[in-house]
């Protein structure tokens, strides 16, 4: 069993198109993220969801919506796709993500990414 | 934001040759992490590291969690061509984890 999974891996699209990539977790983990890898394979923080609340929103277009029905899923909408968009898009959690002590509670688990591409 | 200093930024290593790669930063952390990428892949974590000066070792893999807790070091012994991989350094500090740039590791038969 795929402790996180992200569909689609694959996303070809037009600029303008609005998209969703979904994300899982099956570890009974409480915090999930979404990073982005840019072509240089810098992993960039883009959002950060504890037990379904908002922790963690980077300096990220508001074309990027997250949404988390519940602490298992984590979606990533995005609206009016740009170019500049294309990356890999990781999913991921973690156990914990809000305490200060260094634990392996703080531990991310990535998903296996999803390429967006857009044309 | 916080910034890591991941180096070198690629390496061409022998098989069987030792390796060392090392992240600094100008900011403090609770917990270092290193992690392996593979293509088409995501991250996979090798060693988690949660106090200053804490030395550890996983198989070939050794780490070290700097004193000043802003630096922290790679060691892989003995490579072997499934070395070949993206290494990633990674700090943490409440729900952030921010990560090096990454050294990509090529293995010569």
């Known amino acids: 069993d795929t402790a996180v999974s992200q569909t689609p891996k694959y996303l070809v699209t037009q600029m303008g198109n609005d998209k969703s990539i979904k994300c899982e977790q099956n570890l009974g983990h409480d915090t999930m993220y979404w990073y982005k890898q840019d072509s240089k394979k810098f992993l960039k923080i883009m959002f950060s969801?504890?037990?379904?609340?908002?922790?963690i929103n980077e300096t990220v277009p508001n074309r990027f919506s997250p949404k988390s029905p519940d602490k298992a899923h984590l979606n990533l909408h995005i609206n009016s796709l740009e170019l500049g968009d294309s990356a890999v898009y990781f999913c991921?959690?973690?156990?914990?993500?809000?305490?200060?002590?260094?634990?392996?509670?703080?531990?991310?688990?990535f998903g296996a990414g999803s390429r967006l591409t857009v044309l | 934001g916080q910034q890591l200093n991941q180096s070198p930024q690629s390496m061409f290593i022998q098989e069987g040759e030792d390796v060392s790669m090392n992240c600094t930063s100008s900011?403090?952390?609770?917990?270092w992490l290193w992690y392996k990428q593979d293509p088409g892949e995501g991250p996979v974590l090798l060693i988690a590291?949660?106090?200053?000066?804490e030395l550890t070792s996983n198989g070939r893999l050794t780490a070290q969690f700097g004193i000043t807790r802003k630096d922290s070091f790679l060691n892989i012994s003995a490579s072997i061509p499934s070395d070949v991989g993206i290494y990633f350094c990674a700090g943490q500090t409440y729900y952030k984890l921010s990560f090096g740039a990454g050294t990509t590791v090529t293995v010569r038969a």
């Open positions: 590291l949660y106090k200053a000066g």
């Open positions: 969801y504890n037990n379904k609340e908002l922790i």
């Open positions: 900011s403090i952390f609770n917990t």
């Open positions: 991921a959690s973690s156990q914990a993500g809000g305490s200060s002590m260094p634990s392996g509670a703080n531990v991310l688990t």
